[in-house]
C-alpha cells in the first residue's frame, strides 16, 4: 500500500513538473545581450565589417528598446478598440520602414538584398510555427 502512495506521488508529480511553461531563454537577455546576439548571426550571413558593425549596433539597440518599451504598453492595455489597433499597426509599419531604411544606408545593395530573404524566410517561418500551434490547439480542443 505504501509502494503504491508513493507510486501515486510519483506520477502528480512528474506530470505537474512536465506541464510547468519553459521560458524563452531569448527573453532574460539584457537589451545589449540581444544586440550582441543580432550583431554575431547577422556578421554571419552577411559579412558585415567593423563600421557597419559599429552602425548596426546602434540601430538593433534603438529598436530593441523600442520594442520592449511596445510589449510594455501591449501588456498594460490588453483590450483595445479596432481603431487603436490599426493606430499601432500603422506606427509599428512605420517604425519598421524607417528600421529598413536605416539599414539600406548602412548596408552594400547585395546585403541589403540578402538581408531582406533572411527576414522574409524568418517571417515565413514564424507565420508557420504559429499555424502549427493553431492547428494542434484546434486538435486538442483548447481554442
Known amino acids: 500500500m505504501k509502494k503504491l502512495v508513493v ?24 537589451p545589449e545581450q540581444k544586440v550582441n ?17 559599429k552602425e ?26 479596432k481603431e487603436e489597433m490599426k493606430a499601432r499597426k500603422a506606427k509599428f509599419e512605420e517604425e519598421r520602414a524607417l528600421a529598413e531604411a536605416r539599414m ?14 533572411i527576414r522574409k524566410a524568418r517571417k515565413e517561418k514564424m507565420e508557420n510555427r504559429i499555424e502549427e500551434r493553431k492547428g494542434e490547439r484546434l486538435e486538442d480542443g483548447k481554442l
Open 37 to 53: 546576439l543580432q550583431i554575431r548571426k547577422l556578421t554571419k550571413e552577411l559579412n558585415l565589417n567593423e563600421n557597419q558593425i
Open 7 to 30: 507510486a501515486a506521488l510519483l506520477v502528480v508529480g512528474m506530470t505537474s513538473f512536465a506541464q510547468e511553461k519553459m521560458e524563452d531563454p531569448k527573453s532574460q537577455l539584457t
Open 56 to 81: 548596426i549596433r546602434i540601430v538593433a539597440l534603438k529598436e530593441i528598446e523600442l520594442r520592449e518599451a511596445r510589449k510594455a504598453e501591449m501588456e498594460a492595455s490588453k483590450k483595445l478598440s
Open 104 to 117: 539600406k544606408k548602412i548596408l552594400t545593395p547585395e546585403q541589403f538584398t540578402k538581408w531582406i530573404e
